[in-house]
Structure formats: C-alpha cells, structure tokens
C-alpha cells in the first residue's frame, strides 16, 4: 500500500507570465468525502485576463520554439507526471473524490497524454501540392505547412481535471500556440501542479496562464478579447452553446454532454455486458460524459442480465475514496446530488421503479439502478451525470437501434454482441462520435479521436486530432524561373 501523502490547506493564485497573481475575491475549495478545507482559491478581474492574453500573444510573436524544444519539454512533463504519480493521485481524490485506484489510473492516463503530444509535435508536418497537374502551372511548385493558430483559451472541467488538461495543453504547446486557461474551481490543486510541471520540464514563462475565476465571468472575458485565436473547452452543453454564440467566427472545440446509449443483443456475453455497465456506469460516480446511462437489453436475456447487474453493484463499495478498497466515492458537491434525487423523484411518480440501491449518505449517492422508464424521463432524455443506470427492453435491432439515436446527444455508444454482423450494423446505424462493442461506452484511449456529434459537442480530441484543431493550413506557391544562369 502506498505511502499516504501529508494534507494541507493550498493558498492558490492565479500565476501569469510565471509570477503568482493574487485576485481580489477567494473562495474556499473542499475535501468532496470529508468536507475539510483543502485549498484556497483567488479569483481574477478582466484587466488581470487580458494583461495574461497580452503576454501569451506577445510570446507567441517573439519566442518561437522549435518542434524538437517542444518534444523535449513535453517529454520532460510525460515523465515528471510519472515521477509524482502518487501524489497527484492523492490530491485528485481529495479535490475530485474519485477512488485512489481511479485517480492513479487518471495520472497514468495524463502520462501518455504528454509523451503523446510530445511524439506528435516531432510529426507536425505538411506535404507537397501537386500544382503542375493543373494547367498553366508548369512553372509552378507548392506545399502546405499546418501553422499554429495563437492564443488557445483552455477551459477545462472538475471530473476529469488532470488529463482533460493535458489533453489541451499537451497538443497547444506541441502546435506551436500558447495558452490561457482556466480551469474547473472545484479542482484547483492539481491544475497548479500541473503547471508547475510544466515549466520545470522547461517551459518558458508566458507560454501557458493559469487563471482562476467564476465560469461566467471568465468567459466573457475571454470572448471579449479578440486576442484569442481558439477556444477549447469541456463541460455542458448549455455552456458550449454559449461559448459557441459568443466566440464569433472564432475557431472552437467543444466536448459536451451525452446519455450513452449500451445495447445489450440477445446473443450477448450477459456476464460481460453486466460487469462493463456496472464498472463504466459507477465510475467516477457516474461523473463522466460517456457514463453508461441508457441500458437496452433484449426481451431474452433481461432477467439474467438484472440478476448480474445487481450481483456486480452489489460487490461495489463505497465510501471514502481514499481508502484502497474503495470502488466508488462521493459527487463533487450536494447540489449534483440533490439534482440526480430530485430527477429519480420525478421518474419514480411517473411510474419508474428503482430495483437497486438510490440512498444517500452525505455528499454520496449511492450506486442506483432504475427500470420502468421511457425517453421522456430526464433520467432517460438528459445526461444524469451520476451513479444511475436506467435499464430499458427491446425486442427488434431496429428498434433499438432508433431508441439510441432518439437523443440530442451523440458523443460515444456500445453494443454487446457475439455477432460481427450485428455488430458492424449497429456500428454504421447508431448516430454517435464513437461506438465500442463488447466493452461499455465510456472506454477512451487517449490516442483515439475523440468527440461527438449533435449537442455533444464539435470538433475531435486526441493528441494528434486536437493538434489539427490547433492548426490551419497554410499553402506556400513558388513561381519558378526556367532562365538559370549557367
């Protein structure tokens, strides 16, 4: 068992062209199991934002570094994070309250996330336009170069903080840009962590801002200042959509909600399908946008497939993230959990049943099952963003098939199935960014492209997909002339 890291109560501010920058308001950060103080954080005012985007487009102007420096930094990061493994995973489950096991599987994560953008900034190139295939262009010979785009405006949430971080700043800093960003409050002590990482693997000063601040009005700040070339952020929609309206012609990434759709065939692994639903719908709480929510089981299979899934959650404990045994902790605050009790109560009085666990114990709502529900529910319709699977029957491919697509969410679906026939089918057929079979929807590898369609956001993730997003095209034509000096 490792080493338990010594709690402290963090002073944190927000820290501009290297140097700490003490805000005018602060706000007290909580330990999510215990209620404990663990940090304080002070909030910024717009002069301090733009004075931050000034001096990250100033660097971006003057102080280029070469791919190879970016490797070597981004490099030097990948291997620090491993170095402190335990003791950013301590700190994620003290801010987070996500499961030690949980959050050392998140630093592992943020590890590769690092080496990966380090790699993709050695592979950042163009290629040659055949231009003399066209005529009157004989004399003619171009390429294109993938330029970096400025000032990226990182936004980044509470459930996922370290390696959605690197997944932003990793692929910024490797495009060439430079970075202002602002992550979630409740999570403010691995993001300086994170940055102190940064710069001792090398980073210059100014390359990325660490700003803390109220969502709302750092926001408008930021789509205030024309200085930012991109904004690239995670969390609801309901923000996406106002970032988006407000951004301009801007470019913009944005990874938003979900209701993952899991269908489970007749043919299905019913041991296989229970464990992944209960592994993937109970992680982190529920807490992540790929969670598994919407449960499809075949008419045949269904009362094998409850009496599993009730086995598997009934194994789960719960409690105090940070002890070892732990599988699942508490929601990031009681107002989540008073909106996912709320949001059952609402089910439950329209005719929904819950066939397993729904009691609350302090800031933990414990792993929940629901059946008896239909597409009108919020348990069904919207993304619960909690430890609530909903399990709903089927008879006909089809007809599940448009039971998963009648959502305005499309991020990432799974289907269980032995049949690859089925499978592909399902795959071509369910309208979402990603579709796993046989595993659960919220599995992501780090390098994969990662992102959603409809309300669940634009654009793709991934270190060597977001760098794309962090870059534009720009074409170089050079006239040739034949008369050459002998």
């Given amino acids: 068992m490792a080493s338990k890291v010594i709690e402290r109560v963090y002073e ?26 663990i ?24 102080d280029k570094l070469s791919k190879y420096e970016r490797y070597t930094i981004l490099r030097k990061a990948s291997d620090l994070i491993q170095e402190r493994k335990e003791e950013l995973a301590q700190d994620l489950s003290r801010e987070v309250g996500k499961t030690i096991k949980e959050s050392r599987v998140e630093i592992d994560r943020a590890v590769q996330t690092m080496l ?52 932003k700043i990793g692929p910024a800093i490797a495009a060439g840009n430079t970075v202002v960003w602002k992550p979630a409050t409740d999570t403010p002590i691995t993001a300086f962590k994170l940055l102190e990482i940064l710069r001792e693997a090398g980073l210059p000063d100014g390359y990325v801002n660490l700003l803390f601040g109220s969502g709302r009005e750092m926001g408008e700040y930021f789509t205030k200042n024309n200085n930012i070339a991109k904004f690239t952020f995670t969390g609801s929609p309901a923000v996406g959509q106002w970032l988006k309206e407000n951004s301009g012609l801007r470019n913009i990434s944005l990874e938003l909600g979900n209701n993952s ?24 709480a529920g807490q992540t946008c790929i969670s598994v ?65 729904g009691q609350r114990d302090g800031n933990v709502l414990y792993p929940t099952l629901i059946e008896n529900v239909n597409s009108s529910m919020k348990l069904v319709c919207e993304e619960i963003f909690g430890p609530v699977i909903t399990v709903m029957e089927y008879e006909k491919l089809d007809e599940v098939i448009e039971l998963a697509n009648d959502s305005d969410y499309g991020l990432q679906s799974a289907i269980f199935t ?14 979402s960014g990603g579709i796993v079979i046989n595993d659960g929807s919220t599995y992501r590898a780090d390098l994969m492209p990662y992102g ?35």
């Avoid at 002069?47 to 003057?62: C, G, M, P, W, Y």
């Fill in 39 to 62: 940090a304080t954080v002070s909030f910024i005012d717009e002069e301090t934002v733009n004075q931050a985007v000034d001096i990250a487009l100033a660097r971006f102007k003057s």
């Fill in 12 to 37: 944190l501010n927000s820290v501009v062209n290297g140097k700490l920058v003490k805000g005018t308001k602060t706000v007290e950060v909580l330990n999510k199991f215990s209620n404990e103080v």
């Fill in 293 to 357: 929510q919407r449960v499809y089981v075949h008419k045949d299979i269904l009362k094998p497939f409850k009496e599993k899934l009730i086995q598997y959650t009934s194994e789960l404990k719960v409690g105090d993230p940070l002890d070892e045994n732990t599988d699942m902790g508490p929601m990031i605050n009681p107002r989540e959990i008073d909106r996912v009790e709320s949001w059952i109560n609402e089910a439950k009085a329209n005719g929904a049943n819950v066939f397993y666990g």
């Fill in 418 to 431: 032995k049949n690859i026939n089925i499978a592909l089918y399902a795959a071509e057929k369910i309208q």
């Fill in 452 to 486: 959603g369609i409809k309300n669940s956001g634009i654009g793709k993730e991934g270190p060597k997909y977001s760098i794309q997003e962090m870059t534009y095209i720009k074409p170089i034509i050079i006239h040739l002339d034949n008369k050459v000096n002998q």
């Fill in 261 to 284: 759709p899991n269908i489970v065939h007749f043919d299905a692994d019913v041991d296989l399908a229970a464990k992944s639903c209960v592994k993937w719908g109970f992680a982190n």
């Fill in 116 to 167: 990966l953008s380090a790699e993709e900034a050695k592979n950042l190139a163009g290629e040659q336009i055949p231009i003399d295939a066209t005529p009157n262009n004989d004399k003619k010979i171009a390429y294109y170069v993938r330029a970096p785009l400025g000032v990226i405006c990182a936004i980044t949430p509470f459930n996922v903080p370290f390696n959605l971080s690197c997944h």
